[in-house]
């Protein structure tokens, strides 16, 4: 069964909107903080957007004012919308707990992530 399952990817040009959704465990969900992480190519993976399992949302510099993070606990599905996107928001994009990622026989478990690209 998978942990984290990422949707919601796609290809559009700048100043674009798009959705991602995560699909979460039920069982861990409702009880932990998430977040959605970034990865670039050739860069390491970067904190985009948190929230915590009260709600309350926390973002990067980079995307705040254009992205916004939320969860419905009833559907143990975490959100990422994305306005004004940019060129430097190509990425593919991940779910995860936080502050403590997943972890899985003694591994950091990562979903297969969203693709995300935007053309200028």
């Known amino acids: 069964q998978a942990q984290l399952v990422e949707s919601g990817g796609g290809l559009l040009q700048a100043g674009g909107s798009l959705r991602l959704s995560c699909s979460a465990s039920?069982?861990?969900?409702?009880?932990?903080?998430m977040g959605w992480y970034r990865q670039a190519p050739g860069k390491q993976r970067d904190l985009v957007a948190t929230?915590?399992?009260?709600?309350?949302?926390s973002y990067a510099d980079s995307v705040k004012g254009r992205f916004f993070i939320s969860r419905d606990n009833d559907k143990n599905t975490l959100y990422l919308q994305m306005y004004s996107l940019k060129p430097e928001d190509t990425a593919v994009y991940y779910c995860?707990?936080?502050?403590?990622?997943?972890?899985?026989?003694?591994?950091?478990?990562w979903g297969q992530g969203t693709q995300v690209t935007v053309s200028s």
């Open positions: 039920e069982t861990m969900f409702r009880h932990n903080g």
């Open positions: 929230i915590s399992n009260g709600g309350e949302s």
């Open positions: 995860n707990y936080f502050p403590s990622l997943l972890r899985i026989n003694g591994r950091t478990y």
